[in-house]
């Protein structure tokens, strides 16, 4: 099926409209959440061989379905993921599995086979093709079942209308039986509080960078101060020099950066504390003990174990004690004298109650680095990032649908926040990129803690109590919470009607196993599914690509089979 016959849709006059005769689904936001979600359905519509008229409309205003904005194909290269190819499969593992259905690595090896290391960290665009191919091929696959259109809109409200739901863009709406809401990100947007600086003078977000961050909104020669210190921040640093014709070379083992001269003449992060993201170790290169393996195991067991709902001191006691054990055991591993328990314990209150400078800093990120590559032994924050890593499926599994108490979850968020930073941070090629940049002066981390930003009709200052410096402009760098919806779009719509709801302040929209909204003040939520950041905390790790960490989309596709026969009975 080509992209000419999917965009039929694109008209709304195309889009389904007879309740009767067909059964409609209408998928809003087709990033790779959407595309699973139709893989899963089409699947088990097979499965069940049920004699069903069907027309999928599939919302998303991106040009790629599958990747949608976050991978999309036309993005720079030096965008990069910070998931490894090798976790990276489109398709559910199963006996029926075809073998046309290939893993990112597999798919690498015939269109990009120069990417194709399972331990490589690929281009987004690289990623958002092999995305799009697998949507497209599935789309060929149903081809003969359902009619599959493509609306390239925006919807702006999802509502109850009678026993149908109706899905709304600025232009037009359709009445479909079942919904399913995976909008991800809600598209490029800055997050609602931010610095009170002119337009002028600030950008409000990084993405897309070709066009936020071009020649002509960043002109060479300025200093350039830039809100945050997370993954976006690299991606931005990236953009401002690899992206303006700066390359990166190997000398003597160390990575050196070349300028191009389209450079600002300085990049200086600011944010509140100073902490970094660490290096994702690199496995090939490092010696990882095959005792580890039982470790993680020991640990999964005991945190599934955990007695629901989980009080505050439960969690201290049972959940984040079990972590520092777990990495407390891999070090000693290593090193019989290596950290105890106690002592990792008082590593991250270190880590979590202290602002760094700039040297801390740089010391902390070449640290990561070096454990990372296997140039020095693992240490406390590689193991407690290994720890949480590893054990990270048993928590989603004993917190997810309400597994823990309301009361424990501010302490639960103060140790996410910063386990974060040390598990989930950028490939180490990408920690080497912003330290080289540092080494040549292109990054000055001089106030990358506890800087503010001052302004005024005639100049912009970042200031600490030590130091004070003059920038031409600030770029935002901090993407919105999961917690933060876009005011015109359909989530935020939905929680003002009372569609969707929040119990628990902490965390995101309540939904059950299956996606469906819970602790509704409507009286009927019935056809209606939401996955993505939204159900934040509700359902943690949405941002992965893991078809495995997750179980609610094959819940969901297994529940429409009932409501498929009910409704071919009473048609």
């Not at 950008?203 to 909104?217: E, G, T, Y």
């Not at 009080?311 to 079990?322: L, P, R, S, Y």
């Not at 910063?418 to 330290?435: D, K, Q, T, W, Y």
Request: glycine share 6%; net charge neutral.
């Amino acid at each position: 099926m080509s992209d000419a016959q999917l965009a039929s849709g694109d008209s709304a006059t195309d889009l389904p409209r007879d309740s009767h005769s067909t059964y409609s689904l209408a998928i809003v936001g087709c990033g790779p959440r959407g595309l699973y979600c139709l893989e899963s359905f089409a699947r088990v519509f097979a499965q069940q061989s049920l004699a069903v008229p069907v027309v999928i409309t599939i919302f998303e205003p991106s040009r790629d379905p599958g990747a949608g904005n976050i991978y999309a194909v036309d993005q720079p290269h030096f965008l990069r993921m910070n998931y490894a190819n090798e976790r990276i499969d489109a398709w559910r593992d199963c006996q029926e599995r075809p073998k046309s259905n290939l893993s990112l690595v597999e798919w690498l090896e015939r269109h990009h086979p120069t990417l194709a290391n399972p331990d490589g960290y690929s281009p987004r665009a690289v990623v958002g093709e092999y995305l799009h191919d697998c949507f497209l091929q599935v789309c060929d696959q149903i081809s003969e079942s359902f009619v599959v259109k493509i609306c390239r809109q925006k919807v702006t409200n999802v509502e109850r209308l009678e026993s149908m739901w109706k899905v709304s863009t600025e232009q037009d709406s359709i009445l479909v039986h079942d919904v399913v809401v995976t909008v991800g990100h809600e598209g490029w947007r800055a997050p609602a509080s931010l610095p009170p600086v002119d337009s002028k003078r600030f950008i409000k977000s990084v993405f897309p960078v070709d066009r936020q961050l071009s020649m002509a909104c960043v002109p060479p020669g300025r200093r350039v101060a830039v809100r945050g210190f997370g993954l976006t921040w690299i991606d931005a640093a990236l953009a401002l020099t690899e992206g303006r014709g700066g390359h990166f070379v190997r000398q003597q083992g160390a990575l050196c950066y070349k300028p191009s001269g389209a450079e600002p003449a300085a990049i200086l992060p600011y944010s509140r504390t100073g902490r970094p993201m660490l290096a994702k170790p690199v496995k090939t290169r490092m010696t990882i003990p095959s005792q580890w393996d039982e470790i993680w195991k020991d640990g999964s067991r005991q945190i599934s174990e955990v007695t629901r709902p989980i009080d505050q001191g439960a969690f201290w006691e049972k959940i984040w004690k079990q972590i520092l054990d777990s990495a407390a055991a891999a070090l000693q591993v290593t090193s019989p004298n290596a950290e105890t328990s106690a002592t990792i314990s008082q590593w991250f209150e270190w880590w979590r109650t202290s602002n760094f400078d700039s040297r801390l800093t740089l010391n902390l990120m070449q640290q990561s680095v070096d454990v990372a590559l296997g140039r020095i032994p693992p240490n406390a924050p590689f193991a407690l990032g290994e720890a949480w890593r590893q054990l990270y499926p048993a928590l989603i599994n004993c917190i997810n649908h309400g597994g823990l108490c309301e009361e424990a979850w501010p302490a639960f968020r103060q140790i996410e926040v910063e386990m974060e930073r040390l598990a989930f941070g950028p490939p180490a090629e990408n920690v080497r990129r912003i330290l080289a940049l540092e080494k040549v002066g292109v990054v000055d981390l001089s106030f990358v803690s506890g800087a503010t930003l001052a302004s005024d009709a005639a100049s912009l200052r970042l200031v600490t109590p030590q130091n004070r410096s003059d920038v031409d402009l600030v770029i935002n760098a901090v993407i919105p919470s999961p917690l933060e919806t876009r005011s015109n779009g359909p989530i935020a719509a939905m929680f003002q009607r009372g569609i969707l709801s929040r119990q628990n302040r902490h965390i995101g929209f309540d939904v059950d196993e299956k996606g469906g909204p819970t602790a509704s003040t409507h009286s009927d939520a019935a056809g209606l599914t939401v996955f993505g950041r939204v159900t934040d905390g509700c359902i943690l790790g949405n941002d992965t690509l893991s078809r495995q960490l997750h179980p609610e989309i094959e819940n969901w596709a297994a529940s429409i089979v009932p409501r498929l026969s009910s409704w071919k009975q009473r048609n």
